[in-house]
T-cell receptor
Framework: AQSVTQPDIHITVSEGASLELRCNYSYGATPYLFWYVQSPGQGLQLLLKYFSGDTLVQGIKGFEAEFKRSQSSFNLRKPSVHWSDAAEYFCAVGSLTGGGNKLTFGTGTQLKVEL | DTGVSQDPRHKITKRGQNVTFRCDPISEHNRLYWYRQTLGQGPEFLTYFQNEAQLEKSRLLSDRFSAERPKGSFSTLEIQRTEQGDSAMYLC??????????????FGPGTRLLVL
């Protein structure tokens, strides 16, 4: 069965510092991978996704992620964090179900940004 | 594109009562998913519709839960005889999918349920 591990429950960074959020997945086939962000009172917003092709994926708000098959990882990065990036971040893997694609999420990483 | 909407946004109920949530997907999206998110956890898949057909249900979806998507448009999720363990955020997502390839799911703001 597919699974996603986000080893860091909480991360604190200073505004302007770089950020890397870790994500490891387990899936038997070629994975469809996603990063979503959730702010308080808001729904999940898609940051970026990987289906195939270039292993370095660019997303919204200056985020990028790199797919590394050998390490089963899909880490999220941002070169300079803004205070508005404080939120909870979820990594997810998509798997086929009844013709659709259900998402299996990690437990999330809560990002705090110090001014 | 008005996004996925869910109603109500918050619901407080007493144990044993029935509750119903509604999800309106993005127009023309043929796929609709329900997820449940408890505190400190990521969302967990509950069920999936392709148009009006419910094609997959998680084992998390006990007999007290039922979901419908009449005419392939909005969807409802009903919980009968609510229990305190049902307290969670219920998220709806929709997507435009054709075939087994991965597609992007767009999430609504969720309905937060508290069972007293």
């Amino acid at each position: 069965a597919q699974s996603v591990t986000q080893p860091d429950i909480h991360i604190t960074v200073s505004e302007g510092a770089s950020l890397e959020l870790r994500c490891n997945y387990s899936y038997g086939a070629t994975p469809y991978l996603f990063w979503y962000v959730q702010s308080p009172g808001q729904g999940l917003q898609l940051l970026l996704k990987y289906f195939s092709g270039d292993t370095l994926v660019q997303g919204i708000k200056g985020f990028e992620a790199e797919f590394k098959r050998s390490q089963s990882s899909f880490n999220l990065r941002k070169p300079s964090v803004h205070w508005s990036d404080a939120a909870e971040y979820f990594c997810a893997v998509g798997s086929l179900t009844g013709g659709g694609n259900k998402l299996t999420f990690g437990t999330g990483t809560q990002l705090k940004v110090e001014l | 594109d008005t996004g996925v909407s869910q109603d109500p946004r918050h619901k407080i109920t007493k144990r044993g009562q029935n509750v119903t949530f509604r999800c309106d997907p993005i127009s023309e999206h043929n796929r609709l998913y329900w997820y449940r998110q408890t505190l400190g956890q990521g969302p967990e898949f509950l069920t999936y519709f392709q148009n009006e057909a419910q094609l997959e249900k998680s084992r998390l979806l006990s007999d007290r839960f039922s979901a419908e998507r009449p005419k392939g448009s909005f969807s409802t999720l009903e919980i009968q005889r609510t229990e305190q363990g049902d307290s969670a955020m219920y998220l709806c997502a929709s997507s435009l999918g054709s075939g087994p390839l991965g597609e992007t799911q767009y999430f609504g703001p969720g309905t937060r349920l508290l069972v007293l």
